[in-house]
């Protein structure tokens, strides 16, 4: 469908963005790359009465490395940071997921900030922003504040983003020597939305397990943290048997949800399958990083 | 209404839609360039995939006001004087299309990635290709033709 009738504002900085949002509150949707915003519009799915697009704000977009965080600018567009040699470096959980968003042309336009601000608990960034503990800057009429991501996802596309703040940064943490990562997911077809997904990282220091990381996309309304096998994982030696635990562990009381695409059973057991291959994975990577 | 001025295919163009208007309907509408189709108007289908400034993007999820100062390149745009452009012509050989809905998405979409990974082999153009939807070839063909044209662009 066509979209219906809406005001459109397009500020040139951060501060004219948050006056904007002030004076309109919720009654405005932020506009960045467009590619879940817009669609929404099109289904009438979502009824703003004005679109404040941030495209124009050039101070909202690069990605920059400092005291062990890599920063990126909220409208940095996914096929950028998908091309970053920081985020390749520094965030290899990031890298992993990013070429798995959409399609090539959908990263073409789509933003990390976007992304992260939409909050879909199946999408591949807030995965890895709940795994490695990634913290959001939003800047209000009172100035900025920093949310963690464990406080950033309150349900689902729900944020704790107050109507009248905007996105304007997110920061990863560096990862440290001896970290294995991987990302998984299962979906019909090359960047569907998956079926589940998984953010996964290892932490490797003498040959035993010193931290870890389990982060579930589509099996909540919110991307969800494996804490239980997380600490089962810490202090222990890798093996099939602990990784098969931990499988057990992360699935056991989770609830997913079920669709055309696959029962609540069905998906269980893929994210089971998921946990037991990412950590395989995260640590062979981890010993080649060491 | 905006007022902008962008370049498309080449020549500057000038338009005045509506803010909610997308790329697609204003080159459609507005400009006449109808060879962008549009199947889903939401994102799904990649029927109305156009080049803008080199990358290729779904023209109904980005509204018309948001080019701007952008260079579009369309379907109209890959080869003067109805002629066919490299692209375009081994997809001709290998019979890539039947309908014709899903041609100037698919094409325009291949001519980005090919532009970008003029080595792509089968695998990667599968993948490249996966948010472009047809429903009659079953992809086969059409994936034969890009990875023909690859090898005539290298040949060249």
């Avoid at chain 2, 109305?48 to 952008?70: E, K, Y």
Wanted: hydrophobic share 45%; proline share 5%; charged share 25%.
């Amino acid at each position: 469908m066509k979209l219906p009738p809406v005001d459109y504002e397009a500020p040139k900085t951060v501060s004219e963005a948050v006056e904007l949002l002030a004076e309109h509150q919720d009654e405005a949707s932020v506009l960045a790359g467009g590619q879940s915003l817009i669609p929404l519009l099109a289904l009438r799915l979502a009824h703003p009465a004005v679109l404040i697009d941030i495209n124009g704000i050039d101070e909202l977009s690069g990605v920059s490395a400092t005291d062990g965080w890599v920063a990126i600018g909220a409208m940095t567009r996914e096929y950028v940071a998908e091309e970053s040699a920081t985020i390749a470096d520094a965030v290899p959980l990031l890298a992993a997921a990013l070429p798995l968003i959409g399609h090539e042309a959908i990263r073409s336009r789509g933003t990390v900030g976007g992304s992260l601000a939409h909050a879909d608990p199946a999408a591949e960034l807030p995965a890895v922003a709940r795994a490695l503990d990634a913290e959001f800057v939003v800047r209000g009429p009172s100035g900025e504040r920093v949310i963690p991501a464990a406080e950033w996802f309150e349900g689902f596309l729900t944020t704790s983003r107050r109507p009248d703040e905007l996105l304007t940064e997110v920061r990863f943490p560096v990862a440290g020597r001896g970290m294995g990562i991987s990302f998984q997911e299962v979906a019909r077809r090359h960047g569907d939305f998956a079926i589940v997904g998984l953010a996964a990282s290892l932490t490797l220091s003498g040959g035993a397990i010193s931290d870890a990381r389990l982060a579930f996309a589509g099996l909540s309304d919110v991307p969800v943290r494996a804490g239980d096998a997380e600490d089962l994982l810490v202090g222990e030696r890798p093996s099939a048997e602990l990784f098969d635990e931990a499988a057990r562990r992360a699935t056991d009381d989770s609830d997913p949800p079920a669709d055309l695409h696959g029962s609540a059973d069905y998906r269980k057991q893929v994210a089971a399958a998921l946990v037991r291959r990412a950590l395989r994975a995260a640590a062979d990577n981890a010993d080649e990083r060491r | 209404m905006v007022d902008i001025t962008l370049r498309v295919n080449g020549a500057a163009c000038t338009g005045s839609p509506e803010a909610r208007k997308t790329l697609a309907d204003f080159l459609r509408d507005d400009l006449n360039l109808t060879g962008t189709h549009l199947g889903c108007e939401h994102g799904v289908c990649g029927a109305c995939t156009v080049i803008v400034d080199g990358r290729a993007v779904r023209s109904c999820l980005m509204l018309a006001v948001q080019a701007a100062g952008s260079e579009v390149t369309t379907i109209e745009g890959l080869a003067p004087d109805g002629g066919l452009g490299t692209l375009q012509e081994a997809m001709w050989d290998t019979h890539s299309f039947q309908c014709g809905f899903c041609t100037p998405g698919m094409v325009m979409q291949a001519v980005a990635f090919l532009s970008d990974h003029p080595d792509a082999g089968e695998q990667q153009v599968r993948e490249a290709l996966s948010g472009n939807i047809c429903r009659c070839t079953g992809y086969q063909s059409i994936v034969d033709g890009v990875l023909l044209a690859a090898e005539r662009n290298r040949a060249r």
